[in-house]
Structure formats: structure tokens, C-alpha cells
């Protein structure tokens, strides 16, 4: 959602799309070091998760063939269906379902932000863990899922 679309995203876009710069530019992109920074700073609460093995086949994704492509626009917010947080929000309510939000005490602010804007929306219910940031679900599967349960089991019981 980024706050809209920016006119130099699709530059960025370019960029990367490049046959020669675009593969060197992503290769710099997600190197080791900056997806260790970038995992440190805002995926992961614990800077030692991403280490070893898990470190690697996360590099491993990042090589894949074509994965640039779906990562740039994934980072540009071009694959976002809306492109504001009212029209989100709008999205959401008129989904007509229960909708669970799992996030992290330290998710980062922007982040953070976009995920609370939907407290008032009534089919919405946010449930904060005590700890994570952006990869939850991969750092604290346990945590994830015993939030997921009641929520579930709540559906169940209601028919819905």
C-alpha cells in the first residue's frame, strides 16, 4: 500500500527488469549482508534467527529464476490490490468474513500502522503477540498457531 503509488517505483521497476544492471542490481539487493540487515531490522526479533541453513535457502529463494521480478514489485507495492488505507480498509469490511490479524509487539511502525487501522472494522480482530516482527509465522510458528486456534474454534462453534 505504501501510502499510494510513487512515480519513481516504476523506474525502480525498470531498473531491475534491465537484462545486464537488473541482475547485478538485485544481486547487490540481496546479498548476504543486506538480507542479514534487512532481517535483523525488521523480519525477525531474535538477529541470530537467520543463520546458517535458514540463512542459505532464504539466499537460495532470492536465486531462483525470475525471482527479481516478483520481488521488485513486491517491495515497489505493485502487487497490491489498493493502494491506500482507506480503500484497504474498505477491501476488508466489505469482505463480509472474520478476519484474523496476527502481529508482532515489534512490528515496525508503518507496518504496525496499516495493521491497526483495521480495529475498527467489526468483522476484524488484531491479537498482538507478545514479541516478532514481520515473519512471525517463520519465527514463532508455536505462538502463531495458538493464536490461530481460538479464532478457529470460535468459527467452528458459530457455524461460519
Not at 541470530?48 to 525471482?67: F, P, S, V, Y
Not at 463480509?96 to 512490528?107: H, K
Not at 495458538?146 to 467452528?156: E, G, K, T, V, Y
Amino acid at each position: 500500500m505504501m501510502d499510494g503509488e510513487r512515480p519513481w517505483f516504476a523506474h525502480v521497476q525498470a531498473a531491475i527488469d534491465r537484462p545486464i544492471i537488473g541482475p547485478l542490481l538485485y544481486r547487490l539487493n540481496v546479498s548476504r549482508f543486506v538480507v542479514s540487515r534487512m532481517a535483523r531490522g525488521h523480519v525477525y526479533s531474535d538477529p541470530g534467527w537467520l543463520t546458517g541453513d535458514r540463512l542459505a535457502r532464504k539466499l537460495a529463494i532470492t536465486r531462483a529464476e525470475g525471482a527479481r521480478y516478483g520481488s521488485v514489485r513486491f517491495v515497489t507495492g505493485a502487487l497490491d490490490r489498493v493502494d491506500n488505507r482507506l480503500s484497504f480498509r474498505d477491501l476488508t469490511r466489505r469482505a463480509n468474513v472474520p478476519v484474523l490479524v496476527i502481529y508482532g509487539a515489534e512490528t515496525p511502525r508503518k507496518s504496525r500502522a496499516e495493521i491497526e487501522a483495521l480495529r475498527d472494522v467489526p468483522s476484524v480482530r488484531l491479537n498482538q503477540l507478545s514479541a516478532g516482527k514481520l515473519a512471525i509465522h517463520e519465527e514463532l510458528p508455536d505462538a502463531v498457531a495458538s493464536a490461530i486456534q481460538p479464532f478457529l474454534s470460535d468459527r467452528l462453534l458459530n457455524g461460519q
